[in-house]
């Protein structure tokens, strides 16, 4: 490793630069002597130039010896030592104006430093203003070159770029996924058979390096895909021979239903007539074959439920015959409670009929009676309240309105019309 140079060293080496440019930029018309003499007087090192300008105070240094040995020794005793105070007073001002002195003459030094520093700085100005035409030209040069180079480079490492990505696009088109360090391809036959790529040979390896691996994986895809292909090919035909064999089968199941359904059916209309041959009904909002009772034998009971429409579809021989047999017998003991109860209701219900229309011809015989009592006394009632003239003329309508008979022998038909006329005659008499 390169050491790491000082700050003195790096003065000592400028200093020395300064030197040459000093020699090289010198005019032609200053002698050798000249220039010796200027070079010499320039510090050779920086210590050199630190010691030559600290020499200055040196001459003072046995002075302040010597007043250290004159003032130190002094002290004031206390308050009252007013010799003592006054010649401490005393000593501090003549201290503090060499002290005033020092500082002056270091300014005064520093002073010439300085200006050494602003003229050296402005020389340096003017020979940076020459050279910086020069540096301007060659770092434009340079930095046109630099451009090239950086365009280049950045070409370079496109193509490099997009020859990695090519790569990768092959080996992802080959199934392969990618890891941090690698790609990797798995076989769909054995999970635990795979191939890796390194990532790192995306650059490392050659075309035909890389071509071979490609070539040999896809040698293995294209056994394993022709594998898989036979196998899901026969695969496909066992399910197609299976669906076959399915659909065969389902319709073979829903022949064997509707044949059933048939069955079942025909076997219902003939099981249904045999419920109503025993006298059951159905209604349409009850499912079962029911005896409707003629007299309940409760007031909520109006009816004996028998079978079931779904055990008339669905019960087998045995025991349809069985439940039959059972409807069959209880109803037989049903019908003839129901039937002696009825008849026995019946003649109640004659006997309670005859009694009634008894009552009812009474009570019309009497309200006939009252009708007729009631007529005869508004009758008499308007009788009694028309004049003579009034009951001569209803008289008269009232044989009026009486139809005359048409009768078959002129004689006696002439009489009726006689009789007509003379009663229009008298009906018109005012």
């Known amino acids: 490793m390169k050491k790491k140079e000082s700050s003195k060293e790096k003065f000592e080496k400028q200093m020395q630069e300064y030197k040459d440019e000093v020699k090289s930029f010198a005019k032609p018309d200053v002698s050798k002597n000249e220039l010796n003499e200027i070079t010499e007087n320039i510090p050779s090192s920086f210590d050199q130039l630190i010691q030559r300008e600290l020499v200055k105070f040196d001459i003072v240094v046995p002075a302040v010896n010597e007043l250290a040995k004159e003032f130190l020794p002094l002290k004031i005793q206390s308050v009252e030592d007013k010799e003592g105070y006054s010649e401490v007073t005393k000593a501090l001002r003549f201290i503090v104006s060499k002290r005033t002195a020092v500082e002056d003459k270091r300014k005064e030094l520093k002073a010439d430093s300085l200006a050494y520093g602003r003229a050296v700085d402005a020389r340096a100005k003017e020979i940076t203003a020459l050279l910086e035409p ?67 040979n995306l650059e490392l390896f050659s075309d035909e390096d890389f071509d071979t691996f490609v070539d040999e994986l896809k040698q293995r895809i294209d056994i394993e895909n022709n594998i898989i292909s036979q196998r899901d090919a026969k695969a496909k035909a066992e399910s197609e021979e299976l669906e076959r064999e399915r659909k065969k089968i389902e319709e073979e199941k829903k022949q064997l239903e509707q044949e059933m359904k048939e069955m079942r059916e025909q076997r219902a209309v003939i099981r249904n007539a045999q419920l109503s041959q025993l006298g059951l009904g159905t209604l349409s909002f009850f499912n079962y074959w029911v005896y409707v009772y003629k007299v309940p034998p409760r007031p909520t009971e109006l009816m004996y439920s028998t079978v079931s429409y779904d055990e008339v579809y669905n019960l087998s021989k045995s025991e349809w015959d069985a439940k039959f047999e059972d409807v069959k017998t209880k109803l037989a003991e049903i019908i003839l409670k129901d039937e002696a109860a009825f008849v026995e209701s019946e003649a109640r219900k004659l006997e309670l009929s005859k009694e009634v229309e008894k009552q009812k011809l009474e009570e019309a015989q009497k309200d006939e009676e009252k009708r007729k009592k009631a007529e005869a006394a508004a009758e008499a009632e308007r009788l009694a309240s028309m004049s003579d003239k009034d009951l001569y003329l209803d008289y008269v309508s009232r044989i009026s309105n009486v139809s005359a008979p048409e009768l078959k022998t002129k004689k006696w038909q002439s009489y009726i019309n006689t009789i007509t006329k003379t009663i229009d005659t008298f009906k018109n008499i005012n």
């Open 134 to 200: 020069i540096e301007s030209h060659l770092k434009d040069e340079k930095n046109r070159i630099d451009t090239v180079i950086e365009r280049l480079k950045a070409e370079e490492e496109e193509k490099k770029q997009a020859f990695i990505n090519n790569r990768i696009s092959i080996l992802i088109g080959l199934n392969m996924f990618q890891t941090m360090t690698e790609f990797v391809w798995k076989s769909k036959l054995n999970p635990d058979d795979e191939e890796t790529f390194l990532r790192v």
